[in-house]
């Protein structure tokens, strides 16, 4: 899940694209029923079945991973992408058909600190993180070209 907070930009953590932080899930295994599987095609696809995975994501485990890697609840963010899902309220859970992925592999080319703050260049933009006793938050991830001179 960590990658998947380099797949948008944003100045602030609750600007996350959170369509683009959850396009692939939370990391942990989810599966769902077939109720919940009709639900998700007749409200968010016309009855249409796109005959390919659908990860479930609950209003919880987003939740537990805002918290863990930004210090918000969803409740905290913009909720920026979160109506791209298809959300079952029965179900206190978030949905989406999808085939392919979102993923990519930075390469980190060059780093930074300023206290507790750590600044990542990979390609044309910056990851700043900010360490929270063993581990880390994210903060931004924005062009180089935005950023002061």
Request: aromatic share 14%; net charge negative.
């Amino acid at each position: 899940i960590r990658n998947q907070f380099l797949t948008s930009w944003y100045d602030h953590p609750a600007d996350i694209d959170l369509y683009q932080l959850f396009y692939l899930g939370t990391g942990n295994p989810s599966s769902i029923s077939e109720e919940e599987r009709r639900l998700v095609i007749d409200r968010g696809y016309g009855g249409a079945d796109p005959d390919c995975g659908c990860p479930k994501i609950t209003r919880q485990e987003m939740d537990a991973v805002l918290w863990e890697y930004t210090g918000l609840t969803l409740e905290e963010t913009r909720q920026v992408g979160l109506k791209q899902f298809t959300y079952l309220p029965e179900y206190d859970a978030y949905y989406h058909f999808h085939g392919d992925t979102n993923y990519t592999l930075p390469i980190f080319s060059r780093g930074s600190r300023q206290e507790d703050l750590i600044h990542l260049d990979y390609g044309d933009r910056r990851l700043t993180l900010r360490q929270t006793g063993n581990g880390y938050q994210f903060c931004s991830n924005r062009s180089l070209t935005a950023l002061p001179e």
